[in-house]
């Protein structure tokens, strides 16, 4: 049983930046795709960002270019910069893991059933 646990989240002016972080325990976490989804209140979940167990990364076309998603194995931490927030941005993020060996341009992190989910951290962008 893999436990996810988000941190980072908070009260940041439009184009400043936060980073995220999401702790996993309880895996071996360099086997597992990890990834970023938010829900904004009224809306549903959506994918944000995804990096593979080769550190392939993919990005919703909402955050590319502002946001960067990387993972440190030795800390089996998952980690998301976001720079140039916006308003739009106000969410809960969440951290997700999947057991997926797919890598590649050919990949659909966004459509992945993850097997285990964190509780969220809240970010809020004020304008």
């Known amino acids: 049983q893999v436990q996810l646990v988000e941190s980072g989240g908070g009260l940041v002016q439009s184009g400043g930046s936060l980073r995220l972080s999401c702790a996993a325990s309880g895996g071996t976490f360099n086997a597992y795709v990890m990834a970023w989804f938010r829900q904004a209140p009224g809306k549903e979940r959506e994918f944000v960002s995804a990096?593979?167990?080769?550190?392939?990364?993919y990005y919703s076309d909402s955050v590319k270019g502002r946001f960067t998603i990387s993972r440190e194995n030795a800390k089996n931490t998952v980690y998301l910069q976001m720079n140039n927030l916006k308003p739009e941005d106000t969410a809960v993020y969440y951290c997700a893991a999947d057991r997926n060996y797919c890598s590649g341009s050919g990949c659909d992190p966004s459509s992945y059933e993850y097997d285990y989910w964190g509780r969220g951290t809240q970010v809020t962008v004020s304008s």
């Open positions: 990096i593979s167990w080769s550190d392939e990364t």
